[in-house]
């Protein structure tokens, strides 16, 4: 029965074209309603209102000219009281030459309070005010003047939300750009931090900046971190989180090429070592390239605690990833295949806690971990207020009654909250999501051929760690291959030794400090 018979209209498709968006090209020129006309059919003026122009004579040099800037974008009190009352009511000496070059006079005379820049392509002054820039037109010159009036809204600097530490600054990025390169200067006071601007998308209109030390950091890098970033063409890059995916070199591997942080402390850090550090406007975090193993298995405060306390921490941090990915796939691999390898008395007692259990026990393990999952999920997803009800409902309620219902061993229950716990120490989330699915596929190979399938699995991810690279880096470096560096990888020597960068980055200056004495 077709769908006529139901009385639906046979599809047609759409007479409607889209509307052609209007792309600003070329130079401007010395026809200044020419030059406002083409603004003006770029933003649809007056059918959008958000294109603000003011038409003014500029008293001291006696020239017509137009103010244009989008509202919201640029502030208007700061566009009103710096810019505007000054070209009014201003006026030139009568010993100053008033034939000289008006944009000259009027950046070096009526308008100096202002950060001002000259342009010519109406690519520029369309880029300038969405950025939040006011343009000036002037009548008879082919050059406009651009002042930077931003007067986006933006959070004030709060605490870290997710890399929060016990020891050490209390500072985290927000969504201002500018703010944020602000924070990193406040750690690196240093005239060789070097701040470069990139332009990408189809017409060059989204900009990010990148941030290094051009004494330090190597140059192969810095390029290949720029023409990785230009030769994005999307124009729908809201932020840095959508940036990451598309700089990527293996856009599928479940290991990160770059690290995403919100601690202007930890990318000082990076920076004094050699990476590029990636701002831009909307992101509450920075993108540091490129990215090793040991960035993301070091946390935030490691060099902040003593060596014992710091050390330890990592250790137990190494541990929780070997809990996380292992565990459950050696429990099923124990019991399905190696039961004599367990002692009597326990094999006897996880015997009798399964007897009334009708699943086979990759069933159980499968069901469980979901179900964790699903726990920490709605935790994050559902009002602050009840989450941590969703927590102990989950763990607690559910738990106990899957245990009292035969559905699970308590073993079991056991066994999948360690490997929960130990999934919340690692520090880096998107190695902290890797893991977790690592540890499903550990869960299939253990099912399937026991400790032989587990060993099989894990040979196939070592190798696979030691030629992932990142920007040309290899990612177990400088572990694999050995090169000269600190010895700051699982576990970490007092400050004081460690003296030197590490070499797979290849710095232009190695040493971070003077050797010291008997090392």
């Known amino acids: 029965m077709g769908f006529r018979t139901w009385g639906f209209p046979k599809h047609r498709p759409s007479t409607n074209t889209p509307p052609q968006r209007v792309y600003l090209e070329g130079q401007l020129t010395d026809d200044i309603q020419l030059n406002l006309s083409s603004l003006k059919d770029a933003f649809a003026y007056p059918d959008n ?13 006696n020239l017509e000219a137009v103010i244009v800037y989008v509202e919201s974008a640029a502030d208007a009190k700061t566009v009103e009281r710096n810019m505007i009352k000054p070209l009014l009511e201003m006026e030139l000496p009568e010993s100053h030459n008033k034939s000289a070059d008006p944009i000259q006079i009027i950046k070096d005379h009526l308008l100096p309070v202002l950060s001002l820049k000259q342009t010519e392509t109406f690519q520029e002054v369309n880029a300038d005010l969405l950025n939040g820039n006011t343009v000036l037109l002037i009548s008879g010159s082919s050059q406009a003047i651009v002042a930077e009036t931003q007067g986006f809204s933006f959070r004030s600097v709060t605490t870290p939300q997710v890399e929060q530490v016990i020891r050490g600054p209390k500072e985290a990025f927000i969504e201002s750009a500018e703010t944020n390169r602000s924070l990193i200067r406040k750690y690196v006071r240093d005239n060789d931090l070097q701040c470069d601007t990139v332009k990408f998308g189809n017409n060059k209109n989204r900009t990010c900046y990148l941030m290094y030390m ?42 990160p090429s770059v690290i995403l942080t ?15 550090a990636i701002i831009m406007e909307n992101s509450p975090a920075a993108l540091i390239t490129p990215v090793t193993f040991w960035g993301l298995f070091h946390a935030a405060e490691d060099q902040y605690h003593r060596w014992v306390s710091g050390n330890f921490m990592r250790i137990i941090r190494l541990l929780a990833m070997l809990v996380t990915m292992l565990v459950p796939a050696v429990y099923v691999a124990v019991s399905s295949y190696h039961v004599e390898m367990l002692p009597t008395d326990l094999m006897l007692a996880i015997a009798a806690a399964r007897e009334r259990v009708p699943f086979p026990i990759i069933v159980e393990i499968i069901f469980m971990e979901l179900t964790f999952e699903l726990i920490r999920e709605s935790g994050i997803r559902v009002p602050a207020p009840i989450g ?5 409902v989950g763990a607690l309620v559910l738990g106990q009654a899957a245990v009292d219902a035969n559905l699970v061993s308590p073993i079991l229950v056991i066994i999948v909250a360690i490997t929960g716990l130990a999934s919340f120490i690692i520090p880096d989330i998107t190695l902290n999501f890797s893991i977790r699915v690592q540890r499903f596929i550990f869960i299939m190979f253990g099912a399937l051929f026991g400790f032989f399938g587990i060993a099989l699995y894990m040979s196939f991810v070592l190798a696979y760690l030691v030629s992932f690279k990142s920007f040309g880096v290899p990612f177990f470096s400088p572990l694999a291959p050995r090169l000269s560096a600190s010895k700051d990888m699982f576990i970490r020597s007092p400050l004081r030794k460690q003296w030197l960068r590490p070499a797979n980055l290849m710095p232009k200056d190695q040493t971070k400090q003077d050797k010291p004495e008997g090392n």
């Open 388 to 392: 941590s009800t969703i927590g102990i």
């Open 214 to 255: 051009r004494n330090i950091a190597n140059e192969q890098i810095v390029d290949r971190v720029k023409k990785r970033i230009e030769v994005v063409q999307s124009d729908t890059v809201q932020n840095l989180y959508m940036l990451e995916q598309l700089i990527e070199e293996r856009p599928y591997s479940m290991l």
């Open 262 to 276: 919100e601690r202007p402390d930890r990318v000082a850090g990076f920076l004094q070592e050699g990476h590029v």
């Open 49 to 61: 209102m958000s294109l603000k122009i003011r038409n003014i004579q500029i008293l001291a040099l």
